[in-house]
C-alpha cells in the first residue's frame, strides 16, 4: 500500500444511545480527531466523512470504532478511482410486456447490451450544478467578452468602469445505474435531457431526465435497486473540493468531480451493510 495513500473514514450510522459528546469521544478516542473538528464532524448527516486519515492506519481506526458499535468503514482513494468506469449511454430502452423488466443500453462505443431489473443493485440520482461568469464592457472595436473565473469577473467588474457581470447556473440530472452482470459491476451513467428511458420501437418519447420525477419512475421499474437521492447533502472531503477549483468549478459540492467520488463511495457503503 502507497504510504501517502489516503482513506476516508465514513460513518454509516451511530448508536442510538450516542449523544453528541459519545460521537466527539468517539472521534477523539478512535480517530485522533481534535475536539472542536470532532464536534463538527460529529453533526454530519450519516453517511458521511469525518475525517481523511492515512491508509495505513485505517484498520486501526475503523477497529476502535467497531468496538464501540459505531458502523463505519474507510475506503481508500484507490478503492475509489478503481470502481468500474462509467458508461455513458445514449439511452435506455425498456422492452414492452417482458417479465421481470428487461432493459437495452444504448452507446455510440459499445455493442448494445441488455440487464434485468434485478440485476440493479443501486441507482444514485442526483443535480449537477454549473456556473460561468461573463464579463462584459467595451472598448475601442464595441464589446467585449471573456469567460473567466467568477472570482476574477467580480474583480475586473469592480474595477473596470462600464463593466458588468453575467452569470449563468446550469442544473442537470445525473443517474448512476451499477447494475451487476456475469463480468461484475457495470456503472452506466445518464446526463442530462439527451438521455432517456423509453420503449423499444418508441422513438419519440419524452426524455425521462427532463422528467421531475424521473427518480420516482426508476424506482417503479427497477423495484429490487437500493435508491440513494442524497447527493445534495454531500460534504465531499478536502481533495475533493480541491480538485473541484482546479476544474474551475464552483466551492458548491453539485459538481461532476464530486459525483465521480459520491457514486462509487455510496456503492462501497452499500456493499459494506450487505447492499
Known amino acids: 500500500m502507497n504510504a501517502a495513500e489516503k482513506a476516508f473514514l465514513t460513518v454509516i450510522s451511530w448508536p442510538s444511545n450516542f449523544d453528541e459528546d459519545a460521537r466527539v ?59 468500474p468506469e462509467p458508461i455513458h449511454a445514449l439511452g435506455i430502452d425498456q422492452f414492452p410486456d417482458s417479465d421481470p423488466p428487461r432493459f437495452v443500453i444504448k452507446t455510440t462505443n459499445e455493442t448494445p447490451w441488455t440487464f434485468t431489473s434485478e440485476q440493479v443493485k443501486l441507482v444514485v440520482w442526483g443535480r449537477l450544478k454549473s456556473t460561468s461568469s461573463k464579463i462584459k464592457g467595451e472598448d475601442r472595436s464595441g464589446m467585449q ?33 451499477h447494475i451487476m452482470t456475469d463480468d461484475g459491476i457495470k456503472l452506466v451513467r445518464l446526463i442530462g435531457p439527451r438521455t432517456r428511458i423509453g420503449i423499444m420501437g ?12 424521473s427518480i420516482d419512475l426508476i424506482e417503479v421499474l427497477m423495484p429490487y435497486a437500493y435508491i440513494d437521492r442524497e447527493f445534495h447533502d454531500f460534504d465531499p472531503p478536502s481533495s475533493v473540493r480541491a480538485h473541484s477549483r482546479k476544474h474551475n468549478s464552483t466551492t458548491s459540492s453539485a459538481t461532476i468531480q464530486c459525483w465521480m467520488f459520491y457514486s462509487p463511495w455510496i456503492a462501497l457503503i452499500r456493499e459494506a451493510v450487505g447492499g
Open 25 to 83: 469521544d468517539a472521534l477523539v478516542s478512535c480517530a485522533g480527531m481534535d475536539l472542536y473538528q470532532a464536534k463538527l464532524a460529529s453533526r454530519r448527516n450519516t453517511p458521511g466523512i469525518m475525517l481523511t486519515i492515512d491508509a495505513s492506519v485505517r484498520k486501526h481506526v475503523v477497529n476502535a470504532l467497531h468496538d464501540r458499535s459505531v458502523l463505519c468503514i474507510a475506503p481508500t482513494s484507490e478503492q475509489i478511482q478503481s470502481y
Open 202 to 213: 418508441d422513438d419519440s418519447p419524452p426524455s425521462l431526465l427532463d422528467n421531475s420525477l
Open 145 to 177: 467578452m471573456s469567460v473567466i473565473s467568477p472570482e476574477v469577473a467580480i474583480f475586473n467588474a469592480a474595477t473596470q468602469q462600464g463593466a458588468y457581470i453575467s452569470k449563468n447556473i446550469k442544473v442537470k440530472e445525473i443517474v448512476d445505474f
